[in-house]
């Protein structure tokens, strides 16, 4: 894994339209094998569009990291700093002020370029700069990168949650981190 120059930016609502497009050339790389091309198109529309992206943009509680190389958005993550909506989700932290990594996305050719840890190195630093005492997440059961990329960033199991896309209910890991 070489050194990487991208730039880390805390997007704005002119970024709503390329995160979006991010957001809908990604997303099907986290989903299970068994999620039907419908459900995840649904999901991309329902919740992954720029109108929702303008709404995360704008509330207080979300913030959006960019990452930037030579111009283009080739990665992005969700923060959430709030207190678990899902109380199934609650049950399992144990450190809190905590903040929820919602979502946490880098372009396909340049998965394994070091530019996913640059991302979780902002997002961690920044957590524990503003006093936060945990990270959480949600992954897929089946998605064994994304867990094996949590684990070398410090995260551990702690509990399992349902995640609906479109029609259906997966699997997914619940997993945090001390700050
Ligand atoms: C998750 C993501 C951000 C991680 O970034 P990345 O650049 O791929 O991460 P890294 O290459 O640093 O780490 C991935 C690790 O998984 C390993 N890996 C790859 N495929 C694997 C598999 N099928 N099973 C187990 N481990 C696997 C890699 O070898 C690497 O481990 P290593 O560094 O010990 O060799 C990126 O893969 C991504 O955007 N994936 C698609 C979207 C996604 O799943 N997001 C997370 C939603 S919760």
Redesign the pocket.
């Known amino acids: 894994?070489g050194s990487v120059t991208v730039q880390i930016d805390t997007a704005g609502i002119w970024d709503s339209e390329a995160i979006a497009d991010v957001a809908a050339a990604?997303f099907p790389?986290?989903c299970p094998p068994d999620a039907s091309q419908d459900d995840i198109a649904a999901f991309i529309d329902d919740v992954l569009s720029a109108e929702h992206f303008a709404e995360y943009l704008t509330d207080p509680r979300h913030t959006i990291l960019k990452v930037t190389e030579n111009g283009a958005i080739v990665?992005y993550a969700m923060i959430v700093d709030d207190e678990p909506a899902d109380p199934a989700v609650a049950q399992f932290i144990t450190a809190r002020p905590t903040t929820e990594i919602n979502k946490?996305?880098?372009v396909p050719d340049?998965?394994?370029?070091?530019?996913?840890?640059e991302l979780m190195e902002t997002i961690i630093d920044r957590a524990h700069a503003a006093g936060r005492a945990s990270l959480w997440?949600?992954?897929?059961q089946k998605?064994?990168?994304?867990q094996?990329?949590y684990v070398?960033h410090g995260f551990t199991q702690a509990g399992t949650r349902s995640f609906v896309v479109g029609s259906r209910r997966h699997d997914d890991f619940v997993m945090q981190r001390a700050l």
């Open positions: 894994m990604t790389l986290a990665g946490l996305y880098v340049r998965h394994g370029s070091g530019i996913a840890a997440l949600g992954v897929n998605n064994m990168r994304a094996r990329f070398k």
